[in-house]
């Protein structure tokens, strides 16, 4: 027997060019029909649909999105979905994205580890080439990027040269890169196999995209509403581990902070939260506030400084941390594990952008 919703899926197509012919109310009826049918977290249906016929309306709303929405313009009809915050909380459709690729060397270079700026630059190349509307709003209007990128991980140990990698055409890398809304998830996607991507003199080609957990823990896709129910029905932790699997860098006043003092940590996640513009506020005020209790218990690592440029460094920590968390009241305790879970996408402290940051959380009960 024919699969209707399989055929229907797979002749799916996007529409950038309207033709102007008139959309008979017939059709429109039936498209709301089937629209008000999708379900909704919790039965709370918080989603209204208004249909716009007046041109010069669909003109205005056209400009309301940042990027993407211009061919509206050109439609007979707009079907504007609102969403009743009030209604229900988890209302926002988005994505967190985890992705790592394969790259293999094309050629043999010598490179720094510390290779976080060149990554940062090879990401915006790849967000020029998705839609250089959305590399240049990323670049110029983002105080805090919605995106992490990870310093190149070899497969194996590389040869090297004084303090620089000594690289050979064909070793293998792990690239992670994560992004925070759907536009850097759908440009992390857009990559192909075989694309080629530039990291100073070193040409990388891209063998294989992972973006499943149960192949690489440290990748994969989460909605925003299923990532929060997550941390809500999970049991409260008594101990919050970070490993930070890359440096990690805070700066106080002036000066670069040597370890990784709680409240520094789980302000910057709150800041991230906020600019990042993820449902259910977090004040980075009173989460400094709250993280001042939290007492580090053991911790194996080091702090030193590292260099990412001929005279630009900072001080930075990397290791593993265990914090404890038990003199937090149980609603404060899972707004912290929201947050160092959080942590995994968002990355900790500053220039995550650039390698700086890449962090794993676990939780003991």
């Known amino acids: ?100 690729y394969i790259l293999r060397a094309e050629n043999s270079a010598a490179l720094s580890p510390i290779n976080g700026r060149l990554m940062h630059a090879a990401f915006f190349q790849i967000l020029n080439e998705y839609s250089t509307a959305l590399g240049s709003f990323v ?32 070793e293998k890398f792990f690239w992670r890169v994560t992004g925070l809304n759907k536009e850097i998830l759908q440009a992390a996607l857009s990559v192909s196999v075989g694309k080629k991507i530039q990291a100073g003199g070193l040409t990388l080609r891209v063998d294989k995209i992972i973006c499943d957990g149960d192949i690489r823990s440290d990748s994969g896709v989460v909605s925003v509403e299923n990532f929060i129910s997550a941390i ?19 700066r106080i006043d002036e000066f670069d902070a040597p370890y990784p003092r709680p409240e520094l940590i789980f302000a910057s996640l709150a800041d991230k939260w906020t ?33 990412f440029g001929r005279d630009r460094g900072t001080l930075a920590f990397f290791g593993r941390f265990l914090y404890n968390v038990e003199a937090t009241e149980k609603d404060t305790t899972k707004v912290f594990m929201l947050l160092a879970k959080f942590g995994e996408f968002a990355g900790v402290g500053r220039l995550t952008g650039q390698g700086f940051g890449q962090t794993r959380v676990s939780w003991f009960n």
């Open 275 to 307: 600019q990042s513009e993820m449902p259910a506020a977090v004040d980075k005020k009173i989460i400094r506030e709250l993280a001042a209790q939290i007492r580090l218990t053991q911790w194996s690592g080091e702090s030193q400084k590292f260099y």
């Open 232 to 250: 809500k029905h999970a049991p409260s932790a008594k101990e919050i581990r970070f490993d930070f699997v890359s440096p990690v860098s805070f």
């Open 139 to 170: 670049h110029n209007k983002q105080n805090m990027k919605t995106f992490t990128v990870s310093f190149l991980e070899p497969e194996q140990d590389v040869g090297t040269v004084g303090e620089r990698w000594a690289i050979r055409r064909g």
């Open 1 to 100: 027997m024919e699969n209707k919703l399989f055929e229907l899926a797979r002749r799916r197509r996007s529409c950038r060019r309207y033709t102007g012919e008139k959309i008979p109310d017939e059709i429109v009826d039936e498209i709301l029909k089937v629209a008000l049918l999708a379900p909704s977290s919790w039965g709370g249906h918080p989603i209204e649909f208004v249909v716009v016929r007046d041109k010069n309306m669909i003109k205005k709303i056209a400009r309301c999105k940042r990027m993407g929405a211009g061919p509206l313009s050109q439609a007979d009809v707009a079907i504007v979905v609102m969403a009743n915050r009030s209604n229900l909380e988890l209302w926002v459709e988005d994505a967190a994205v985890a992705s790592t």
